[in-house]
């Protein structure tokens, strides 16, 4: 592991570039770089006292433990320039071009993103690192330099934030870590959380290795000389290593309920070798001398992790009677097992051909990217998109194999379902049932590691079914089945839009082919916002287009708002309201108040009360002849000064016969203070006779539209009614 280097020097970032990157020109462009951040930086400190460039040299310096890019390695020593706004995107883009720039710009935005406010933020945050994985993973291996620089540096800060950090740390950067297979970051990562947020945990496995290192140093090296004989013998080119467990690894196996000297028993040694058959020529040598443990033999060289991670392992009796605990792997495997995706940087290519080079590794070698890809176009909501990726991405999982021998990794939970739909969508349309380790099991079977899976497909059969979406696992799984039906829906809603319309048109007595020419279908597709005839069709068979309203694009020019009262009005019965406040009955609160029918009266009227057998008072017109005789029973009342209430009225209009009287009429009232209710046609004998009936907030309205109505030219007669 690389040693906290306080006193790091830009000549010692020199001369480990140049162990791998050899071209001039690269070299001058880090420097540039380099100048460029010193000056920028120059007089400012960190926390530590320090000076600030020290921070940015660390970071690149982080870079190149993994082998990274020129670029990389001066957005590296450059990464915190837009931040403290020392300089403009400009600035840098004309100074440096554009990827590097763009990388800068990647890791500002995501420095940015704050982890400590309310839930949704967080959430939030959370995505636009996963999402920024899939843009350019070469910002998340700056991320996670600097934050490892940052870690490394954080006993300066106060307790409380020692914690929110590191909690931070191990809950997005080191599983992304992890399934990026960058085991070295994210080894020292792991081990730095632990410092901070249980130093007692974490100082007390320190004390106990301290206490057996000698004993655990002298056992190793013992070890290490027998297997190491061994091997010459056989001539096997090869290096051995002591290999320190992480603290991290420990306190986990302590967590799991192990005692300390039950870990302790496994020492641990790692073998090198060049090629990919020496690793089991060098297994066979060993196991023919050290007895292996049985069930402890795993052979990740043919069957990868799904971080690529390839290695032996064995666990064997060894000197002593001590477990050891031995891997064994190439040397280029072992670069893959520390630097993960961070180990195909293509140097053949230079900017944004490196970012496409490592992406399009990611989308060849790691599972785990496809998925979050596809949730990403998927998913909109964040919660729901982090939660699946935290879930069922990053966290435990189960490794089964396809009959092929490929390996499948699935959360912990997932049914022959998820896996089908995890295959392809169309091995998971089309399943009819699966076969796990040449049983038949149900969809609900829950998947264990290790299961060879097989599922049965028929190209005939109907598609998933509605029950599978509370069986499936996975979101991915959840999805497909919900769009597969989606799409199912989409058909039955255009074949039920198209029958609609059919019927509607059949009605008006319009063909189908001349409704939908093609002018009018231009017309229709730009009035309602649509792509295809089909999206009409889809939307009125799903109700969210009425008929009527996609006819009347079309036809709006002849059926007018007037057209549409005049429907609406033909012969419809009045109901007349009950009266609460808007009438005052001298010397009485408490009593049922009714308008007159046969005089109908409105606010502004000239008003009498007449008090009826049983049903309270009714409000007559004092010009209504029915009440004249009646004096006993006669009250005086009279309209409140405010007036809750529209009342109706009928009038009286005769006219000529002609055309569009009524239409004329109706357009009248676009005053809102007045609304026709109804309208009937009187027998007549040469002219037309109608009554109308309008409600209106009060007299001087009412008085208006019968002088509107007597201005109409074909009009007789304008006459409030009283029957
Ligand atoms: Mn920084």
Known sequence: MTKVNMNLKYDDLVNKIKTYIHDEKELKKIDEAYQYALLSHAGEKRLTGDPYIGHPLNVAYILTDMNADSNTICAGLMHDLLEDGHHTKEE????????????????????????????????????????????????????????????????????????????????ILT????????????????????????????????????????????????????????LNKEGIKHEIKGRAKSIYSIYKKLD????????????????????????????????????????????????????????????????????????????????????????????????????????NAMEQKLQFFKSIIELKDELTNDEEFVNSVTKEILNNNVYVFTPNGDVIELPSGSTPIDFAYRVHSNVGDHMVGAIVNDNIVPLDYVLQNNDIVKINTNKNSVGPSKEWLNIAFTTQAKNKI??????????????????????????????????????????????????????????????????????????????????LILKRTQNKEIKLPTIKTDVIVEGISDIKVNVASCCKPVPGDDIIGYITKGSGIT?????????????????????????????????????????????????????????????KTLKSSDNDLYEITVVVTHLDVLKKFMNDIDMIPNIIKVERMIQ
């Not at 100074?95 to 704050?114: A, E, M, S, Y």
């Not at 029915?626 to 529209?646: A, F, G, S, Y």
């Open 92 to 171: 840098l883009r004309e100074k440096f071009g554009d990827d590097i720039t763009n990388l800068i710009d990647g890791i500002t935005v995501i420095n940015r993103l704050n982890f400590s406010g309310d839930k949704q933020s967080v959430i939030a945050n959370h995505r636009k690192i996963l999402v920024g994985l899939s843009e350019d993973v070469r910002v998340i291996f700056i991320k996670l330099a600097d934050r490892l620089h940052n870690m490394r540096t954080l006993w300066v800060h106060p307790e409380h934030v020692q914690k929110e950090k590191a909690k931070e740390t191990l809950d």
């Open 175 to 230: 599983p992304i870590a992890h399934r990026l297979g960058m085991s070295h970051i994210k080894g020292e990562l792991e081990d730095l959380c632990l410092r901070y947020l249980k130093p007692d945990v974490y100082f007390s496995i320190v004390e106990q290795l301290n206490q057996t290192k000698n004993e655990r140093e002298h056992f190793v090296d013992e070890m290490k000389e027998s297997v190491s004989e061994l």
């Open 256 to 359: 799991k309920g192990k005692t300390f000297s039950n870990i302790y028993d496994l020492y641990a040694l790692r073998v090198y070798v060049d090629k990919k058959e020496e690793c089991y020529q060098a297994l066979g040598i060993i196991h023919s001398k050290y007895r292996p443990m049985p069930k402890r033999f795993k052979d990740y060289i043919a069957m990868p992790k799904t971080n690529m991670y390839q290695s032996l392992h064995t666990t064997v009796f060894g000197i002593h009677e001590r477990l050891f605990e031995i891997q064994i792997r190439t040397y280029e495997m072992d670069e893959i097992a520390e630097n993960g995706i961070a180990s195909h940087w293509s140097y053949k290519e230079s900017g944004s051909g490196v970012k496409a080079s490592l992406q």
């Open 482 to 563: 919900r769009s597969f039906f989606n799409k199912i829906d989409k058909q039955e809603y255009q074949k039920r839009g198209e029958e609609i319309l059919n019927k509607e048109l059949r009605k008006r007595k319009v063909g189908f082919n001349e409704f939908f020419s093609s002018e009018n279908v231009e017309t229709l597709l730009s009035e309602l916002k649509c792509e295809t005839l089909e999206e009409i069709f889809m939307n009125v068979g799903n109700g969210k287009f009425p008929v009527g309203s996609v006819m009347n694009i079309i036809y709006s020019e002849t059926e007018t708002k007037e057209d």
């Open 619 to 679: 409000v007559h017109r004092m010009i209504c002849p029915n009440i004249i005789e009646e004096h006993e029973r006669i009250i005086p009342v009279h309209w409140n000064h405010q007036i809750l209430k529209k009342y109706p009225t009928s009038i009286l209009v005769e006219a000529r016969k002609e055309k569009n009287t009524l239409l004329d009429i109706i357009s009248k009232t676009s005053n809102h203070d007045i609304v026709v209710e109804g309208i």
